[in-house]
Nanobody, 124 residues
């Protein structure tokens, strides 16, 4: 049974930081690309960041301008999203996802497995 479990969300003031983690089980983690997506109330789920199977390639939404670096630890079956200089508009549920192609796609439809999400709320 595949499980992706996000953690690290919460309430933070604008300008603060959070680090999200996503622990994977039931898959050969080192073969999967991993992505982070977010969904704000009333909006569609959108791409945030992705990383390929080895961690050598990373991809980011243009709007984030490098504020949210993504990383992974294949020994721990975990992918991370470091969220810096948080803004109220970053408030959303954040989801991690696993891409069986291993490349770390920007497209939701390329992902095979999804976590349940973790809430991030940024107060002004």
């Amino acid at each position: 049974q595949v499980q992706l479990v996000e953690s690290g969300g919460g309430l933070v003031q604008a300008g603060g930081s959070l680090r999200l983690s996503c622990a994977a089980s039931g898959i050969t983690f080192r073969r999967y690309g991993m992505g982070w997506f977010r969904q704000a109330p009333g909006k569609e789920r959108e791409f945030v960041a992705a990383i390929n199977w080895s961690g050598t390639n990373t991809y980011y939404a243009d709007s984030l301008k490098g504020r949210f670096p993504i990383s992974r630890d294949n020994a721990k079956n975990t992918v991370y999203l470091q969220m810096n200089s948080l803004k109220p508009e970053d408030t959303a549920v954040y989801y991690c996802a696993a891409d069986g192609w291993g490349v770390g796609s920007l497209k939701l439809s390329d992902y095979d497995y999804w976590g349940q999400g973790t809430q991030v709320t940024v107060s002004s």
